[in-house]
């Protein structure tokens, strides 16, 4: 699949590596134009997250982002906001196949993180489960529940209400 990004044309290779078209040098337009790879570096964020990160022209560009926008080129690229995030749906930012990259919010990009995959529920001291979850602020449920079934299936219900893509 090909797209043009940052007036440079893009490819996706089947093995899901990205290469640039290379028909210019400092002296002008080569005879002979070809596929170049990408020199893709790692970079982490301030969390410890590692994602793929490579140059076109004179901006960085995040390779999750690159390759939803070429399956997807009604998508928005250039909006940076809160709003328009690419979520890895497993949670490895170096795994970047289409079907594991999906459009969110941030909240729901904070939703699918390994803290909120967990039970979502805790026990107290009188042996009963109350939930504790996130949905934009901390919302912890005064009900308690008995059983741990119980707690399961209103965390379920729960993450049905506020963590929907």
Same mark, same amino acid.
């Given at each position: 699949m090909e797209c043009e990004l940052n007036g440079r044309l893009i490819r996706l290779d089947d093995d899901g590596e990205l290469y640039y078209w290379y028909d210019y040098t400092s002296r002008g337009v080569l005879k002979n134009p070809y596929w170049r790879?990408?020199?893709? $570096?790692? $970079?982490?964020?301030?969390?410890?997250?590692?994602?793929?990160?490579?140059?076109?022209?004179t901006r960085r560009f995040k390779a999750h982002r690159v390759i939803y926008y070429i399956h997807n080129q009604e998508w928005n690229i250039w909006d940076n906001s809160q709003s328009n995030l690419i979520d890895h749906i497993d949670n490895d930012g170096l795994n970047n196949n289409i079907e594991n990259l999906r459009p969110a919010t941030h909240q729901q990009n904070m939703c699918n993180t390994i803290k909120q995959q967990q039970a979502g529920y805790f026990i107290t001291k009188s042996g009963n489960y109350q939930l504790r979850l996130k949905s934009g602020k901390t919302i912890r449920q005064s009900k308690t529940y008995k059983t741990e079934q119980e707690a399961i299936d209103a965390v379920a219900e729960f993450r049905l209400k506020y963590h929907q893509f």
């Amino acid at each position: 699949m090909e797209c043009e990004l940052n007036g440079r044309l893009i490819r996706l290779d089947d093995d899901g590596e990205l290469y640039y078209w290379y028909d210019y040098t400092s002296r002008g337009v080569l005879k002979n134009p070809y596929w170049r790879k990408f020199k893709q $570096t790692i $970079t982490m964020n301030n969390k410890g997250k590692k994602y793929k990160v490579f140059p076109i022209k004179t901006r960085r560009f995040k390779a999750h982002r690159v390759i939803y926008y070429i399956h997807n080129q009604e998508w928005n690229i250039w909006d940076n906001s809160q709003s328009n995030l690419i979520d890895h749906i497993d949670n490895d930012g170096l795994n970047n196949n289409i079907e594991n990259l999906r459009p969110a919010t941030h909240q729901q990009n904070m939703c699918n993180t390994i803290k909120q995959q967990q039970a979502g529920y805790f026990i107290t001291k009188s042996g009963n489960y109350q939930l504790r979850l996130k949905s934009g602020k901390t919302i912890r449920q005064s009900k308690t529940y008995k059983t741990e079934q119980e707690a399961i299936d209103a965390v379920a219900e729960f993450r049905l209400k506020y963590h929907q893509f």
